[in-house]
């Protein structure tokens, strides 16, 4: 198996009185695409941002490339950050600035790349996902979906040694969830490490070599995806995985 | 004596402008309204965007502080600020202020208190995901500042903050009752001086002061609404 990128231990994170995270550990290998599931409210967008430092931590360590990353100031976080794309739920494009400023902004103010090279890189980034025609656009002028392939975009331009996605599609119209998973599927494919939140079940059993199920605080069960749609091993994760079936044939019949 | 006044009468009200000096002395009170506006505004943008910082801190302390501040300035009436200042410094300390200095130590009073609500306002309709995606990226706070905050609070700040201009621009028109010699002031001892040679020149006076007042707030609140059209979003 390839080689340990990141690797949490013994993580422990808690909002003023109400612990969230109980002990984390996991191992997240070059290359490896790991989707992480769980009910709503179990600490997955918690574990992300304490990933990148986005929350600060109670206990254990983080480490990326063998290098401790937990527990540093923000000032010393941006340069770990640089090598952590993260796109979140929420569209957060900067609405003062067009999609390719956008894009160029981080790379050329953070890595000081030249104007030139980083837009066109940014260009042939924007053409892989389909939205070359919008480069001069400004962010409300796009749609939901549209913004989240730009913030995917915007966060591949830093050249990251692996992704987080927290929910990228939650917010989105159905027909524009598609084209999202699409462009993370082809990323999968290229060998990007991903740490991925969703509720989209076909996309996680597609796209996983690997599915963390999380509840309570704690990593509750882990195997490939094909194990753990059709033989869940505990029954937190039976009737998590019931809960969506009720909602998936619920959806069928409110349509017919 | 008399012919030469009977004379005069006969001349249309509005020739009184073009007696002596007299257009040029409304200019020059004129530019007494515009410079203690713009001395105000000048110290009043800075101080202001210093008290919206201060007012975003968490500390109860610095909250309570703020809020009374900002709630004293806003209930009082600037006319009775003036008075305050002006009067009450002499009576309370025997320091003798001019009318112009009590002017402008009240419209930078009032103008820190407005001008820092606006940027307490602009500063925290900013969302917070708009700091975590860039922090996200790799930025630090200073550039995330720089690159992401500001000029998004600015955006939202500059055409509220002209628009302050124009409100201190006109509330300087209060300042005749403490002994300041402005534009309105300059208009009244024209037509006093007149008032037998032309008895009814207050109305073309008024409304040249009237269009005085227009051609500089006019252009002022033009620009503010063009720029916030263009920097909507
Ligand atoms: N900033 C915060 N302050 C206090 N409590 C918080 C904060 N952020 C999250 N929490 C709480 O921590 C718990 C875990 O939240 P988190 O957002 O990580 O859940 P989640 O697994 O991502 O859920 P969802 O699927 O709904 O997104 C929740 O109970 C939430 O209310
Ligand atoms: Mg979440």
Known sequence: ?256 | MLVLAIDAAREPAISILFRGNNFVRLLGGLWVTIRISMISAVLSIPLGILFGIFMMRKNPAAKAVSRVYLDFIRIMPQLVLLFIVYFGTTRAFGINLSGELSAIIVFVLWGTAEMGDLVRGALSSIPKHQYESAAALGMTPMEINIYVIIPQTLRRLIPLAINLITRMIKTTSLIVLIGVVEVLKTGQQIIDANRFAFPTAALPIYGVIFFLYFFTCWPISLLAKYLEKRWKN
């Open chain 1, 1 to 256: 198996m390839a080689e340990v990128q990141l690797s949490i231990k013994n993580l422990h994170k808690s909002y003023d009185r109400l612990d969230v995270l109980k002990g984390v550990d996991l191992d997240v290998h070059k290359g490896e695409v790991v989707v992480l599931l769980g009910p709503s409210g179990c600490g997955k967008s918690t574990l992300l941002r304490c990933i990148n430092g986005l929350e600060t931590i109670n206990e254990g360590t983080i480490t990326l490339d063998g290098e401790v990353i937990s527990g540093k100031s923000q000032a010393e976080m941006s340069k770990y950050r640089q090598k952590i794309g993260m796109v979140f739920q929420s569209y957060d494009l900067f609405p003062h600035k067009n999609i390719i400023d956008n894009i160029t902004m981080a790379p050329r103010k953070v890595q000081g790349r030249d104007r030139v090279s980083a837009e066109k890189e940014a260009r042939d980034l924007l053409a892989r996902v389909g939205l070359l025609d919008k480069e001069k656009a400004f962010p409300r002028m796009l749609s939901g979906g549209q913004k989240q392939r730009v913030a995917i975009v915007r966060a591949l331009e830093m050249h990251p040694e692996m992704m987080l996605f927290d929910e990228v599609t939650a917010a989105l119209d159905p027909e524009m969830v598609r084209e999202v998973l699409d462009v993370m599927l082809e990323l999968a494919g290229q060998g990007l490490t991903m740490l991925i939140v969703t509720h989209e079940m076909a996309f996680a059993r597609a796209i996983a070599d690997r599915i963390i199920f999380m509840d309570g605080g704690h990593i509750v069960e882990q195997s490939d995806p094909e194990t753990f749609f059709t033989h869940p091993k505990t029954d937190r994760a039976k009737e998590f995985l019931e809960n969506f079936e009720f909602v998936a044939r619920k959806r069928k019949n409110d349509s017919v």
